[in-house]
Nanobody
Framework: QVQVAESGGGLVQPGGSLRLSCVFSGRAFRLYSMAWYRQAPGTQRELAAAIFPDDSTEYAEAVKGRFTISRDNAKNLAYLDIHNLQPDDTAVYYC??????????????WGQGTQVTVSS
C-alpha cells in the first residue's frame, strides 16, 4: 500500500522561500512519478510540477523559474522548493504519486496537503 505525506508548509512573507517535502511509503519509489499540485481557495486543484523516474521534470507556466521539484530515491522523498513567494501562491499544496506511465500524468495516490500562506 502506497502512502504519501507532505510537510513544510507555513506562513511566509512575500519574497520568501520554502521547501516542501513529501515522504513516500511503499515499494519501488524510484519507479514512481511524483507531482505537486496546489489548490487556492475557490479554485480547482492544479498541477504545479512533476518529476519522473528518469529525473525529467515538468512545470506549470505560472511557476517556471520559481519552483524546483526534485527527488531523493535513497530516502523516498520528493521536494518542492519555492522561491520569491507571492500572495497568489497561497494554497494547499498536495503531493501525489503514480506508477510510471508514458502517458499524461494521472495521480493515483494523494497526501492530505500542507497549507502555504504568503502574507506580510
Amino acid at each position: 500500500q502506497v502512502q504519501v505525506a507532505e510537510s513544510g508548509g507555513g506562513l511566509v512573507q512575500p519574497g520568501g522561500s520554502l521547501r516542501l517535502s513529501c515522504v513516500f511509503s511503499g515499494r519501488a519509489f524510484r519507479l514512481y512519478s511524483m507531482a505537486w499540485y496546489r489548490q487556492a481557495p475557490g479554485t480547482q486543484r492544479e498541477l504545479a510540477a512533476a518529476i519522473f523516474p528518469d529525473d525529467s521534470t515538468e512545470y506549470a507556466e505560472a511557476v517556471k523559474g520559481r519552483f524546483t521539484i526534485s527527488r531523493d530515491n535513497a530516502k523516498n522523498l520528493a521536494y518542492l522548493d519555492i522561491h520569491n513567494l507571492q500572495p497568489d501562491d497561497t494554497a494547499v499544496y498536495y503531493c501525489s504519486a503514480q506508477p510510471y506511465d508514458p502517458g499524461p500524468y494521472k495521480p493515483l495516490y494523494w497526501g492530505q496537503g500542507t497549507q502555504v500562506t504568503v502574507s506580510s
